[in-house]
C-alpha cells in the first residue's frame, strides 16, 4: 500500500490515502476492522479535518487538470473544490475562517487559497533556496509539510 496521507478522526478512526489506488482506509483503532471509506479519487495526498470534522484532500482532478482539495462528506462522497493549476504540492491546511494553505513543493513556496478562491503566495520566493526571510524574501527548496 502507497500511503501517501494519514489523520485521525473525531469520531475515533483513522483515516489513510493511497495515491495510488485513489481512496482513503477508514480504520479502527485496533487495527482489524478496515473498510475502502472514499474512491475515485486523483493521487490523494495528505488528509486534514477543519473544526467541524470535514475531512479535506489534496489531490488531482484529470477532468479540469488541476491540483486541488477533495472535501470529503461523512458517507465518503467527494467534491472537488478550489482547483489551482498553479499548485504543485502536496500538503495543505485549513485555517477556522476556512481558507486553506498549501506546501508547494515544486514552486518552493507557501500558497494561501481563500474561502472565495483567490490565490496568493504568502512566502517563498520561488527560487530553490533555505533562505531564512519574511514573505516573499523567504526561499524554500521544495518545502513539505504545512
Same mark, same amino acid.
Given at each position: 500500500?502507497?500511503?501517501?496521507?494519514?489523520?485521525?478522526?473525531?469520531?475515533?478512526?483513522? $483515516?489513510?490515502?493511497?495515491?495510488?489506488?485513489?481512496? =482513503?482506509? /477508514?480504520?479502527?483503532?485496533? @487495527? +482489524?476492522? %478496515?473498510?475502502?471509506?472514499?474512491?475515485?479519487?486523483?493521487?490523494?495526498?495528505?488528509?486534514?479535518f477543519?473544526?467541524?470534522?470535514t475531512?479535506?484532500?489534496?489531490? $488531482?482532478?484529470?477532468?479540469?487538470?488541476?491540483?486541488? =482539495?477533495? /472535501?470529503?462528506?461523512?458517507? @465518503? +462522497?467527494? %467534491?472537488?473544490?478550489?482547483?489551482?493549476?498553479?499548485?504543485?504540492?502536496?500538503?495543505?491546511?485549513?485555517?477556522?475562517?476556512?481558507?486553506?494553505?498549501?506546501?508547494?513543493?515544486?514552486?518552493?513556496?507557501?500558497?494561501?487559497?481563500?474561502?472565495?478562491?483567490?490565490?496568493?503566495t504568502?512566502?517563498?520566493?520561488?527560487?530553490?533556496?533555505?533562505i531564512d526571510?519574511?514573505?516573499?524574501?523567504?526561499?524554500?527548496?521544495?518545502?513539505?509539510?504545512?
Amino acid at each position: 500500500m502507497t500511503t501517501t496521507g494519514i489523520a485521525f478522526g473525531n469520531d475515533g478512526y483513522l $483515516y489513510m490515502s493511497n495515491n495510488i489506488k485513489g481512496t =482513503i482506509l /477508514k480504520l479502527n483503532t485496533n @487495527g +482489524k476492522d %478496515t473498510v475502502a471509506f472514499a474512491s475515485g479519487l486523483g493521487t490523494p495526498r495528505n488528509i486534514i479535518f477543519d473544526q467541524s470534522n470535514t475531512m479535506y484532500v489534496a489531490g $488531482y482532478d484529470a477532468s479540469s487538470l488541476s491540483a486541488g =482539495i477533495y /472535501k470529503i462528506d461523512n458517507t @465518503g +462522497k467527494s %467534491t472537488f473544490i478550489l482547483p489551482d493549476k498553479k499548485f504543485h504540492g502536496w500538503e495543505i491546511a485549513v485555517d477556522t475562517q476556512g481558507n486553506f494553505y498549501g506546501a508547494d513543493h515544486f514552486s518552493n513556496c507557501i500558497r494561501l487559497r481563500e474561502k472565495n478562491g483567490n490565490t496568493v503566495t504568502i512566502a517563498g520566493n520561488g527560487k530553490a533556496a533555505d533562505i531564512d526571510g519574511i514573505g516573499l524574501n523567504a526561499s524554500f527548496d521544495g518545502p513539505q509539510g504545512i
